[in-house]
C-alpha cells in the first residue's frame, strides 16, 4: 500500500475517504471534509493502519495536547517564552476566563487521551471523536475571540524598555 500511494496519492486519499465512510456511517462521526479542515486527517491516508479511528484520534490528540501547552503557557508563565509575557499583557480578565474554558476542556481531553491510549477499543475512540470534536467546535471560537483580542492589542501593550528586555 505504501508504495503504491507514493506513485499515486489522490488514489490512497480516496481510499482512505471510503475508508472512512464506513467508520463514519457506524458511529456517527462528523464528515470527512469537517474532520479535516480542523485536525488534517488527510495526512493519515498515508499511513498504513487497521484502526483509522485511533489514527484519527492522535491527530486530534496532538492539536489539543498543542493547544493546551499555549494555554498553559497564558494562564501560568513559568518558563514561557518570552513573547507569551506580550500576549499576557495584551489580554484582559474576560479573555483569561475564556481561556480557562478552554483549558478545563483541553485538560479533561487530555485524561481522556490516556485512557484511550492505554488500552484500545473502537467503540471508546469513536466515542470520543464524535464527542471531542463536537465539543471543539465550540471551543475554537473561544480561541478565536481572544486571538482577536491579542491581535487588536498587540500594537498598544507591546514596549521595549531601554534594558533591551520586553515587557
Not at 7 to 18: A, H, M, P, Q, T
Not at 75 to 86: E, R
Not at 102 to 111: A, D, P
Request: hydrophobic content about 35%; charged content about 40%.
Amino acid at each position: 500500500m505504501e508504495d503504491k500511494c507514493k506513485k499515486d496519492e489522490d488514489s490512497c486519499l480516496e481510499n482512505f475517504k471510503e475508508d472512512y465512510k464506513k467508520i463514519q456511517q457506524k458511529y456517527g462521526l462528523p464528515d470527512f471534509e469537517k474532520l479535516n479542515d480542523d485536525f488534517q486527517i488527510e495526512k493519515i491516508s498515508e499511513v498504513e493502519t487497521e484502526h483509522i479511528i485511533r489514527e484519527i484520534r492522535k491527530f486530534m490528540a496532538d492539536k489539543f495536547s498543542n493547544y493546551l501547552r499555549f494555554v498553559e503557557n497564558i494562564l501560568q508563565p513559568i518558563n514561557a517564552p518570552m513573547f507569551v509575557f506580550s500576549v499576557i499583557k495584551s489580554i484582559g480578565v474576560e479573555e483569561k476566563n475564556k481561556f480557562m474554558e478552554v483549558y478545563k476542556f483541553l485538560s479533561r481531553k487530555e485524561v481522556e487521551l490516556i485512557e484511550l491510549d492505554v488500552e484500545f477499543d473502537e467503540d471508546k475512540e469513536a466515542k470520543f471523536v464524535k464527542e471531542a470534536y463536537k465539543e471543539w467546535q465550540e471551543i475554537k471560537k473561544k480561541i478565536l475571540e481572544v486571538i482577536d483580542s491579542i491581535k487588536s492589542n498587540w500594537d498598544n501593550k507591546f514596549e521595549v524598555n531601554n534594558k533591551g528586555y520586553f515587557g
